[in-house]
């Protein structure tokens, strides 16, 4: 079984900068990801796809309201995905989940992913 596990949310100003980190365990070959992905859900608001990321880091997708202030990677040796957030706004607060999917291309929703962290906290104060 695929366990995701995320880190790195906190209480922040707007402008500041987090790093997200999602550490994967628990991976057989059957079970591979191809694929990463970070969402984030506020109180109220349906789930929101942030980033993705594929199996090599080569390939990234973005959301508009991101794309230039947030970046993924990928660190292969330690099966580790990290989002890069800069110019943090209060509307970026939410809960960020981790999750992978076996879909070969990348994809935004949500319902392609087969495996979810439990979610971190990141609030972004005005």
């Known amino acids: 079984q695929v366990q995701l596990v995320e880190s790195g949310g906190g209480l922040v100003q707007a402008g500041d900068s987090l790093r997200l980190s999602c550490a994967a365990s628990g991976r057989t070959f059957r079970t591979r990801t191809k694929a990463e992905a970070w969402f984030r859900q506020a109180p109220g608001k349906e789930r929101e796809f942030v980033a993705s990321?594929?199996?090599?880091?080569?390939?990234?997708l973005y959301a508009d309201s991101v794309k230039g202030r947030f970046t993924i990677s990928r660190d292969t040796a330690k099966d580790t995905v990290h989002l890069q957030m800069n110019s943090l706004k209060p509307e970026d607060t939410a809960a960020y989940y981790c999750?992978?999917?076996?879909?070969?291309?990348?994809?935004?929703?949500?319902?392609?992913?087969?495996?979810w962290g439990q979610g971190t906290q990141v609030t972004v104060s005005s």
């Open positions: 990321i594929n199996w090599n880091g080569r390939s990234t």
């Open positions: 999750a992978g999917t076996t879909v070969l291309r990348l994809t935004r929703e949500p319902r392609q992913y087969d495996y």
